[in-house]
């Protein structure tokens, strides 16, 4: 890590089903009894696996799931495991599987896609507007398959010395994600920024490309809890000079 920017090759460690099976209720309480929403992020090994995560979390009270399609972090077998942003077929197979089978469309799920070329963003958002029951898209992961080295010169990621680049580097890129995805999704999908939000000026950047919400996750990896008052204020006082970005 140097500043706020990130790179991580750590996958997808948690605790899996045992861990979530043992504290998820407690979560889902936690949030209920402030008046805030879980979302729950998965991410499985086949489509099958993201049905039976998705439904697991639905099981103990989760509304909302975020569906991990972007994770560059994943190797076996000694090659990297195919990321879902990258293969049409194989999104379009896991949306279906998680379509409502009942017939009635609530809207309760979000993709969270990697940073894609324009050819390929159009072709994903395209497959986007054929499930109403999507409430849109989060832009955007990781950046795939970065280099850094460590105070010491050698390469300071584990595995295959390559890893996901996140933290203010990703800044424009993942605004501009958010710009293209925010005119290529249907009105009722919204788009969500992620990716370099370490100031009240980065998170502006994301509204004013298009999102309607914002994710932290390095900066707050990096410095605590309190980043969410820290940038809140920041973008509260650019509003006041710069106007509402969602007018401009």
Same mark, same amino acid.
């Given at each position: 890590?140097?500043?706020?920017?990130?790179?991580?090759?750590?996958? =997808?460690?948690?605790?899996?089903?045992?861990?979530?099976?043992?504290?998820?209720?407690?979560?889902?309480?936690?949030?209920?009894?402030?008046?805030?929403?879980? @979302?729950?992020? $998965?991410?499985?090994?086949?489509?099958?696996? +993201?049905? #039976?995560?998705?439904?697991?979390?639905?099981?103990?009270?989760?509304?909302?799931?975020?569906?991990?399609?972007?994770?560059?972090?994943?190797?076996?077998?000694?090659?990297?495991?195919?990321?879902?942003?990258? *293969?049409?077929?194989?999104?379009? *197979?896991?949306?279906?599987?998680?379509?409502?089978?009942?017939?009635?469309?609530?809207?309760?799920?979000?993709?969270?896609?990697?940073?894609?070329?324009?050819?390929? =963003?159009?072709? @994903?958002?395209?497959?986007?507007?054929?499930?109403? +029951?999507?409430?849109?898209?989060?832009?955007?992961?990781?950046?795939?398959?970065? +280099?850094?080295?460590?105070?010491?010169?050698?390469?300071? &990621?584990?595995?295959?010395?390559?890893?996901?680049?996140?933290?203010?580097?990703?800044?424009?890129?993942?605004?501009?994600? $958010?710009?293209? =995805?925010?005119?290529?999704?249907?009105?009722?999908?919204?788009?969500?920024?992620?990716?370099?939000?370490?100031?009240?000026?980065? #998170? +502006?950047?994301? &509204? #004013?490309?298009?999102?309607?919400?914002?994710?932290?996750?390095?900066?707050?990896?990096?410095?605590?809890?309190?980043?969410?008052?820290?940038? =809140?204020?920041?973008?509260?006082?650019?509003?006041?000079?710069?106007?509402?970005?969602?007018?401009?």
């Amino acid at each position: 890590e140097e500043d706020n920017k990130t790179a991580n090759s750590l996958g =997808l460690n948690n605790g899996g089903i045992p861990y979530y099976t043992e504290h998820l209720p407690t979560m889902v309480k936690l949030c209920a009894d402030n008046s805030k929403e879980l @979302i729950a992020s $998965v991410a499985g090994f086949s489509p099958e696996e +993201y049905q #039976m995560l998705a439904n697991f979390c639905r099981s103990f009270g989760v509304k909302v799931v975020e569906l991990n399609f972007g994770c560059p972090n994943v190797w076996g077998g000694g090659c990297q495991k195919p990321i879902v942003s990258e *293969h049409p077929v194989l999104m379009r *197979h896991i949306l279906e599987l998680l379509r409502p089978t009942d017939g009635i469309i609530v809207r309760n799920s979000w993709v969270k896609l990697s940073p894609l070329m324009p050819g390929m =963003l159009v072709e @994903i958002a395209g497959i986007l507007w054929r499930f109403p +029951y999507l409430l849109g898209a989060v832009a955007c992961n990781t950046f795939p398959n970065g +280099y850094a080295l460590n105070e010491n010169g050698n390469p300071a &990621i584990f595995g295959k010395n390559l890893a996901g680049i996140a933290g203010d580097g990703l800044l424009e890129i993942a605004a501009g994600q $958010v710009a293209q =995805l925010s005119k290529l999704l249907p009105p009722e999908q919204l788009v969500k920024g992620a990716g370099g939000i370490c100031s009240g000026r980065a #998170m +502006y950047t994301h &509204i #004013m490309a298009g999102a309607n919400a914002v994710q932290i996750g390095s900066h707050l990896y990096a410095n605590g809890a309190g980043v969410f008052g820290q940038v =809140l204020e920041e973008y509260t006082e650019l509003v006041g000079r710069w106007g509402d970005p969602t007018n401009r």
